[in-house]
């Protein structure tokens, strides 16, 4: 499973101030190797002679005489294909453009200020990733000895893909049709689904219903651990008090049965 300092992201960004900020957040959930550039012609520098970037994370607005959509061309003609992902930021003022923008080929967008969660989930889409929590109390669960290393990679896996994209959800519920999400197939993330349900004629009732649905997604890790049988419901909860308040299981562990 591929870890998060291993992902290359190529930051697109004009403002100093947004640069310091996104690096920030990167760097809060987990994504250290990165690359700024502040102009379409240095990103596409370092494209060219930086084979470990993986993402491209752009501004919508870039300055002249490449804008934001007119760069994701350049990346598409010059890599002639959508294996390089480009997430485009855009302010809500600006949303007028992003149509422009997904049929230029971008891979998802996100609304400024950036939400530390969205950019975490479109990320994680784009790559086999755990979520950083479930990844943190998997490598403690393992540490302290409740699970092994293999139990925990196939119950992260398991929770990976039991995400299901809102839009699935919506088909199977028949809430929409194929046809209705034609004009929307490369809103990739969900908030980009609901920004458009009443354009795809869905009922408030339907939207919220969606909404109750993926707030239950994905199931925690400790759920599907229980479920397979690695670990009983009682070890599980004391291990999660544990993992909550920073203590050591293996200490508290030694001290209960040290004799009084």
Same mark, same amino acid.
């Given at each position: 499973m591929i870890s998060r300092d291993e992902i290359g992201i190529l930051i697109v960004e004009p403002s100093?101030?947004?640069q310091r900020i996104l690096v920030t957040l990167l760097k /809060?959930?987990?994504?250290t #190797?990165? *690359?700024i550039a502040a102009n379409p012609m240095k990103a596409m520098v370092l494209l060219q002679h930086?084979?470990?970037? #993986?993402v491209v994370l752009a501004e919508l607005m870039l300055p002249e005489p490449h804008m934001g959509v007119s760069f994701v061309k350049s990346v598409r003609e010059k890599y002639d294909n959508k294996a390089l992902p480009v997430i485009m930021m855009t302010n809500l003022s600006e949303k007028n453009y992003v149509q422009e923008a997904i049929s230029a080929g971008i891979s998802g967008y996100l609304?400024?200020?950036?939400?530390?969660?969205?950019? $975490?989930?479109?990320?994680? /889409?784009?790559?086999?990733?755990p979520l950083r929590?479930?990844?943190?109390?998997? $490598?403690?669960?393992? #540490?302290?000895?409740?699970?092994? *290393? $293999?139990? /925990?990679?196939?119950?992260? %896996?398991?929770? %990976?893909?039991?995400?299901?994209?809102v839009t699935v959800l919506a088909l #199977?519920?028949?809430f929409v049709t194929v046809a209705h999400l034609k004009d929307w197939a490369l809103y990739e993330d969900d908030e980009g689904f609901f920004d458009h349900s009443k354009e795809m004629g869905l009922a408030d009732e339907q939207v919220h219903y969606l909404q109750e649905l993926k707030s239950k997604q994905p199931l925690r890790l400790g759920d599907i651990l229980v479920q397979f049988g690695y670990t009983s419901k009682e070890k599980m909860e004391a291990?999660?008090?544990?993992?909550r308040s920073g203590s050591s299981l293996r200490g508290a562990a030694q001290n209960r049965d040290k004799p009084t």
């Open positions: 100093d101030t947004y /809060r959930i987990g994504f #190797n990165l *690359s930086n084979k470990s970037i #993986n609304i400024k200020p950036i939400d530390p969660d969205h950019l $975490e989930s479109h990320l994680w /889409r784009l790559f086999d990733l929590g479930s990844q943190k109390m998997g $490598e403690f669960l393992v #540490n302290h000895g409740l699970i092994s *290393s $293999e139990q /925990r990679d196939l119950a992260l %896996k398991f929770q %990976k893909e039991f995400a299901v994209p #199977n519920l028949g291990a999660l008090c544990q993992f």
